[in-house]
């Protein structure tokens, strides 16, 4: 079938982080026609609205980039090895001048609603406004850190001070010296915003609900010969990361709790890990941390250890110490996180147990304790993979609502398509591996340009995933997620990849843990079985299952 309407635009991509630029270029390579609208003022995605202090990567500045630009890595500079947020947005906005990718963005555009019309075969986005485009393929590149999880406390209202949400930090700069602060959170970002406002806020209160496994990052600025390595190495840079389960330019060890019997040598390879800083100690140390019970639980009390070791006050840093295992929940990295509570102006608060509600001069806990503040900041993390696409009124085919469809269950096939969604394509949202999203972006986008170009070189006006497709896909990913030990302690540890940090969200796998090269081994083999498990329309509207020239 071709719809008897012309659309606006061949394509239409709603967000202009890394997934909308990248989405943005590949369009251009087809030569088809796209709109990218963004809510921010400018492009970043996550980048853009998370300006809060202190806020940066936690993977490595050499596979932080985009493999689609490589002209650009003689040009573009990061100059730590985990860049801030400041400097991430500003080597995205590079890209998208050095493309002229900026007069195809809306900026200050959200949008609302996205319906897709049967009898014309033809997507209608529309923003905040009420103002309608419509395109033949719609391209969901909102990212999967994007919708705020709001602040669930009664008394907000209430509250007489300023308060903040790091997922929205304003433009302007916003002054804690010597104000009374709390922080509500201890994830990645309360990791990383807490160390430095304890330097300048007189007061620092922070409440924790769950604790973290936070490992040092080791930062460090990146010179000028250590800038000419990277540039040299990047291909092989990029190549390791690619065959990275995670994504990431590192190295098994081959070594595991089964060959490696000295406990001596087991504690040298957990220290050499924790030296080296980031993800390198859980990637680079015991490669069984992730499905062997006695290895995880070795690695799990060398970290309640070290925490113990850094921590002075020994009551702070029980609970500060997980109690779940390792990798239940993602490990945050930290720049000097555990050392903030070393200072007498830093007071942690454990709300494990308790309840806590707003009142007008600050927070009080169910057991009564009271807590005045100036300045109240919510680092709550966020309503992960789905969260964008369900608040958006997303309509497939019949006039399916994506949010109910999800509800209970999060469908997709390889987290590229969704069943009743025609000629919708999902870019780094559920069900894409786990790990360094620039990684997992281009192979993904380049697997939804290839399948782009199959269908206008045929013709092909409509792309739906079979049921069976999406069945078989859903069965691998739950056997892969159920293959680690991380099934059940990351539900009860409020893990996100889960879903578990939303109240009244649907447990479910949000992420791939099967790996990128299988993930990439998933997609290379429908493309070259020429799509076998779609189910395509002919501009006469007869279906076939495959390419109709194979």
Not at 68 to 79: A, G, I, M
Not at 199 to 222: D, W
Not at 387 to 414: C, I, N, P, Y
Request: proline letters at 5%.
């Amino acid at each position: 079938m071709r719809s008897s309407k012309k659309a606006d635009y061949d394509a239409i991509v709603v967000g202009a982080g890394f997934s909308g630029i990248r989405s943005l270029w590949e369009l251009g390579q087809l030569g088809l026609t796209a709109k990218c609208f963004e809510a921010g003022s400018d492009v970043g995605g996550a980048w853009y609205w998370n300006g809060y202090p202190g806020a940066r990567t936690d993977s490595e500045a050499w596979v932080y980039v985009m493999n689609f630009v490589p002209e650009l890595k003689n040009e573009w500079n990061y100059s730590e090895r985990y860049p801030s947020q400041q400097e991430v947005q500003r080597y995205l906005s590079k890209v998208v001048d050095h493309f002229n990718l900026r007069k195809s963005i809306e900026f200050e555009t959200r949008i609302t609603a996205a319906h897709y019309s049967d009898s014309e075969n033809i997507w209608t986005i529309t923003t905040e406004a009420g103002l309608s485009t419509t395109c033949r393929y719609f391209l969901a590149a909102s990212g999967p850190l994007s919708v705020a999880k709001a602040p669930p406390f009664a008394g907000l209202e209430s509250y007489t001070g300023e308060w903040y949400q790091t997922s929205t930090w304003p433009t302007q700069q916003v002054n804690f010296q010597g104000k009374r602060v709390a922080i509500v959170g201890t994830g990645a970002t309360g990791v990383q915003i807490i160390p430095k406002l304890a330097n300048v806020a007189k007061e620092l209160t922070v409440f924790q609900r769950t604790p973290n496994y936070v490992l040092p990052g080791r930062n460090y600025a990146i010179d000028e010969d250590h800038a000419t390595e990277i540039k040299r190495n990047y291909d092989s840079t990029w190549d390791r990361a690619s065959t990275h389960p995670f994504g990431l330019a590192m190295k098994s060890s081959g070594k595991t709790v089964e060959n490696v019997t000295d406990t001596n040598e087991i504690k040298q390879i957990l220290d050499a890990g924790w030296e080296s800083g980031g993800f390198h100690f859980q990637f680079e140390t015991l490669d069984d941390l992730f499905s062997n019970q006695k290895s995880n639980d070795i690695a799990s009390e060398y970290l309640r250890q070290k925490i113990h070791a850094v921590v002075q006050d020994p009551e702070t840093a029980k609970i500060l110490s997980p109690k779940y295992p390792f990798l239940s929940k993602r490990p945050p990295c930290g720049h000097f996180y555990y050392e903030a509570y070393n200072r007498p102006n830093v007071k942690l608060v454990d709300i494990s147990k308790d309840d806590m509600v707003l009142y007008e001069k600050g927070i009080r806990t169910k057991s009564g304790a009271e807590y005045e503040f100036d300045i109240i900041i919510f680092a709550l993390g966020f309503d992960a993979a789905t969260g964008a696409l369900s608040e958006m009124d997303v309509k497939g085919s019949q006039g399916t609502s994506l949010g109910d469809h999800w509800a209970k269950r999060v469908e997709t096939f390889a987290g590229v398509l969704v069943p009743g969604f025609p000629n919708m394509f999902l870019v780094c949202g559920p069900h894409v591996p786990f790990g360094n999203m620039p990684v997992v972006l281009e192979i993904g986008v380049s697997w939804i340009g290839k399948t782009l170009r199959h269908m206008e070189k045929n013709k092909l006006t409509k792309i739906e995933v079979s049921q069976t497709a999406v069945d078989v896909w859903s069965s691998h990913l739950d056997e892969a997620f159920k293959a680690t030990l991380l099934a059940e302690s990351a539900k009860t540890s409020g893990a996100w990849f889960v879903g578990a940090n939303i109240p009244g969200k649907a447990s479910n796998v949000l992420f791939y843990f099967g790996g990128i090269p299988t993930w990439n081994a998933w997609l290379e083999e429908e493309a070259r079985m020429m799509w076998a498990n779609m189910i395509f329309s002919l501009p006469e509207g007869i279906e076939k299952r495959q390419n109709p020239n194979r």
